[in-house]
Every structure is written in C-alpha cells, then in structure tokens.
C-alpha cells in the first residue's frame, strides 16, 4: 500500500448572531508517513503508551534463551516493544514506516547498545530484507493503518 493516502473531512461552524449558522467544510489528504510526522509534532511523549504489550511481554519471556529468539516488529512506533525486549536480548528488527519514530528507535537503541535493526520503510513493499527465522512477529496497533 505504498503511497496509500488518508482523507478526512474537517467541518467548521460559527454561530455570528442569533440562530444564524454558517459551516465551513474542507477535505484534506496526507499520506500515512506525513500523518504520523504531523501526530508526533503535536503529541507529548509517551507517545504510544510507556510499558510493553503485556501479552506481548510474556510471549517473549517465555523464551529461555532471548539471543536464540529474533522478533520482528512490524509498526514499531517508538520503540514501546522493540526497546524493552531488545533489552531483554533479544535481536530485533523494526519495521517503521515513518522517519522520525525509525529515527527515534535508532538513537534510543545506540545509546544502549541494542541488538536492533532498524527498517525505515512501508512493511508491504518488500520483504527480502527481512529474517527468515523471527521466533514472534508484532502488529500491535498497526491494523487500522493496513485497513481498506
């Protein structure tokens, strides 16, 4: 779906005297990576919550040994899952498709020496350059950006 845009329909209203009402109505599209650059410019961090998946979490725990244990991380954000389980040791792979959160799990990472290949690209252009041994593959909270 690359280049998929995304539209909405911003609706205005005063109300400059009496039971007068005048709408104003503006349609506007953007691309998803311009939707999440525009989202992190006007939202305070934690953007994505500042814990883990729980489910996710325990999948990943249940592993004895984290190094023999590669997750993929599909829709990785800022690095809610990613960062944690890297930490864990796990090698991991994140996939993101917008600039400045690929960018934000980059220097996080690098900081703390992680095990932690960033992606920057739309998940469903290609997959040759992924792994072909992920233990456990992530999509959380990513569904309503592949729908329709």
Known sequence: MPGALRSEIVITYDSPMGLMVNYHGKAQWSNLEASYDNWLANREPPLFGSEPDA??????TAANDPASFPILDIGAGT???TLPLARRGHPLDAVQLSSQFAETIRQQAGRE????RVIQRDVFTTSDDL??????????????????
Not at 55 to 60: E, K, P, S, Y
């Open 55 to 60: 489910r996710v979490w325990a999948l990943a």
């Open 131 to 148: 792994r072909r041994d992920y233990r456990l593959i992530l999509l959380s909270e990513v569904a309503p950006n592949v729908c329709c």
């Open 113 to 116: 020496a992680l095990a932690v």
């Open 79 to 81: 690095g809610r899952n």
